[in-house]
């Protein structure tokens, strides 16, 4: 066991592998004291019980001694068998409920509430009272509960931001409801907790938790249209934009590309990563990216777009300009 913790104490990158025993928020926080304190109390438990059996095997034996067991082990099946563990899960049933209460809903101001629906594999998220929509990044203001909204547009996905809170399932035709909150300004990973469908395991999105006058800024500028590019190349790619077939998936606010079925664009060029927080937006990941998802990944609804190079290169630097 000790051979194995070792060996994959190696594997994780603290930035990509969050853990749930460094939590950054209150509801994490409470679920972390539980799972220490079970595992000292389990601790206990397996060092007594190794103790007792070395003191049973090792002890040097005397004549008499198997009258003297015999008393003795009534009296050790009733403590050891029946006293100490109705204690000791007594003891863990009241951790375990204290902590249920200690995370149930705060009262969580109206405004603070986002709705997440997971498709495969990436993540809509709309804040229902500012009016804005975005995809895979989600600000919220550092310090405040936030309520999340969750559901599904197809199969059984789940939500998780194991620095902030416990995990829920998103399940189709169903809204769950999740509370979360981060301490401090950060960002912390998410990741989809349920196996569904090819690209589960690059099912991420990012929490971006701002002081306040921050995250209002970056809503100020959410909601605002795409801004009408200038450059000549930029102009040249808006048409190619509009004349392509992302236009039946993709929406950008301001212009006729309205679809519903990816990501919304509008603010594009604002977010920090691409494909469902699985690679970074700059400007060579995103044209591999449009010119085959399948390569980064495989299964993706996102069909490659066939385009020149000259005709790549102009949308990209109009996506650029989607700030
Ligand atoms: Cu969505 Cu796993």
């Given at each position: 066991?000790l051979?194995?913790?070792?060996l994959?104490?190696?594997?994780?990158?603290?930035?990509y592998?969050?853990?749930?025993?460094?939590?950054?928020?209150?509801?994490a926080?409470r679920?972390?004291?539980?799972?220490?304190?079970?595992?000292a109390?389990?601790?206990?438990?397996f060092i007594?019980?190794?103790?007792?059996?070395?003191?049973?095997?090792?002890r040097?034996?005397?004549?008499?001694?198997?009258?003297?067991?015999q008393r003795?082990?009534?009296?050790?099946?009733?403590f050891?068998g029946?006293?100490?563990?109705?204690?000791?899960?007594?003891?863990v049933?009241?951790?375990?409920v204290?902590t249920?209460?200690?995370?149930?809903t705060?009262?969580i101001?109206?405004e603070?509430?986002?709705?997440?629906?997971?498709?495969q594999w990436?993540?809509?998220?709309?804040?229902?009272?500012?009016?804005?929509?975005?995809a895979?990044?989600?600000?919220?203001?550092?310090?405040?509960?936030?309520?999340?909204?969750l559901s599904?547009?197809d199969v059984?996905h789940s939500?998780?931001?194991?620095?902030?809170?416990g995990k829920?399932d998103?399940?189709?035709?169903?809204?769950h409801?999740?509370?979360?909150?981060?301490?401090q300004p950060?960002?912390?990973?998410g990741?989809c907790?349920e196996f569904?469908g090819?690209?589960?395991?690059?099912?991420?999105?990012?929490i971006?938790?701002?002081p306040?006058?921050?995250?209002e800024?970056?809503?100020?500028?959410?909601r605002?249209?795409?801004?009408?590019?200038?450059?000549?190349l930029?102009?040249?790619?808006?048409?190619?934009f509009l004349s392509?077939?992302c236009?039946?998936?993709?929406?950008?606010?301001g212009?006729?590309?309205t679809?519903?079925?990816g990501?919304d664009?509008?603010h594009?060029?604002?977010?920090?990563?691409?494909?469902a927080a699985t690679?970074?937006?700059?400007?060579?990941?995103?044209?591999?990216?449009?010119?085959?998802?399948?390569?980064?990944?495989?299964?993706?609804?996102?069909p490659p777009?066939?385009?020149?190079?000259?005709e790549?290169?102009?949308?990209?630097?109009?996506?650029?300009?989607?700030?």
């Amino acid at each position: 066991m000790l051979a194995i913790a070792l060996l994959l104490a190696g594997c994780g990158d603290a930035a990509y592998a969050p853990s749930t025993l460094s939590p950054q928020g209150f509801g994490a926080a409470r679920i972390a004291d539980l799972w220490w304190f079970l595992l000292a109390l389990g601790g206990a438990v397996f060092i007594a019980v190794m103790v007792y059996l070395a003191i049973a095997l090792f002890r040097p034996r005397k004549p008499g001694d198997n009258a003297k067991n015999q008393r003795n082990g009534s009296r050790v099946i009733l403590f050891a068998g029946i006293i100490a563990p109705a204690i000791i899960l007594f003891v863990v049933f009241g951790f375990t409920v204290s902590t249920l209460n200690a995370i149930s809903t705060p009262s969580i101001s109206r405004e603070f509430t986002i709705h997440v629906v997971a498709q495969q594999w990436w993540w809509e998220v709309r804040y229902p009272y500012q009016q804005i929509e975005t995809a895979n990044e989600i600000h919220i203001p550092a310090g405040e509960p936030v309520r999340f909204l969750l559901s599904s547009e197809d199969v059984i996905h789940s939500f998780w931001v194991p620095e902030l809170q416990g995990k829920l399932d998103m399940v189709p035709g169903k809204t769950h409801e999740l509370w979360l909150q981060a301490d401090q300004p950060g960002v912390y990973i998410g990741q989809c907790a349920e196996f569904c469908g090819i690209q589960h395991a690059k099912m991420r999105f990012i929490i971006v938790a701002e002081p306040p006058e921050e995250f209002e800024r970056w809503v100020a500028e959410q909601r605002q249209p795409a801004s009408e590019p200038s450059e000549s190349l930029a102009l040249r790619g808006q048409q190619v934009f509009l004349s392509s077939t992302c236009i039946n998936c993709h929406a950008v606010a301001g212009t006729n590309a309205t679809g519903d079925l990816g990501p919304d664009l509008t603010h594009l060029a604002s977010r920090r990563t691409l494909a469902a927080a699985t690679i970074a937006n700059n400007r060579g990941n995103l044209g591999g990216w449009i010119a085959d998802p399948q390569h980064i990944k495989p299964g993706a609804f996102m069909p490659p777009t066939p385009l020149t190079g000259p005709e790549l290169q102009a949308l990209l630097a109009y996506l650029a300009t989607l700030k």
